[in-house]
């Protein structure tokens, strides 16, 4: 059997700032090329859940519920949040997706960020992906402190154990090979997983 790429960190035409796909012609292609099955993961929402969900199972196409969120870690530079993908396993994890959206839009301080805790607390049937480009361990890539990526990788790790993986992303955007080597260099050193996205 070929090894086949699915898309694990997709936006469709809900996340407004990002993309103009919409759902069904990304179906329909991901379709074509082959793909067992396919995430979609717009920012900060859930609100094409439904239509990706349906549109996917009627065209044979395995559909990966997810979102993008901002969040808010205790050492995050300036208090800036900072991108990470979760990914539903299950319907816990489709539940606590649903617990961390809502929260970022009712009771929290900044509308649309959950703070690092509440992502921790809410875990259980979660794959988390660190969020490539401008994701939670970006800064940290970045400036070459080795030492705050190792810990805070390490807290992920500690919570999402084998279900935290590192995004490694080449888009030919400013930042990508530095942080591709210290992401290579980090899950080397702690034993974490890695996914190609783009």
Known sequence: MNPRFVHLHVHSEYS????LLKVNPLVSQAVSLGAPALALTDAGNL????????????RGLKPILGV????LAPDSANDVPERVVLLAMNERGYANLISLVSASYTTVEHRGVVPEELV???????IALSGGIHGHLWQFCLSGDSEALAVRAGRWQACF????????????RTGEDAATAALVALAAAQGLGVVACN
């Open 68 to 71: 993008e969120l901002k969040v």
């Open 161 to 172: 154990g084998d279900r935290y993986y590192l995004e490694l992303m080449r888009t030919g």
């Open 120 to 126: 921790f607390a809410h875990s259980e049937g979660v």
């Open 47 to 58: 609100f094409a859940l439904v239509k990706f969900y349906e549109t996917s199972i009627s």
């Open 16 to 19: 407004l700032a990002d993309s």
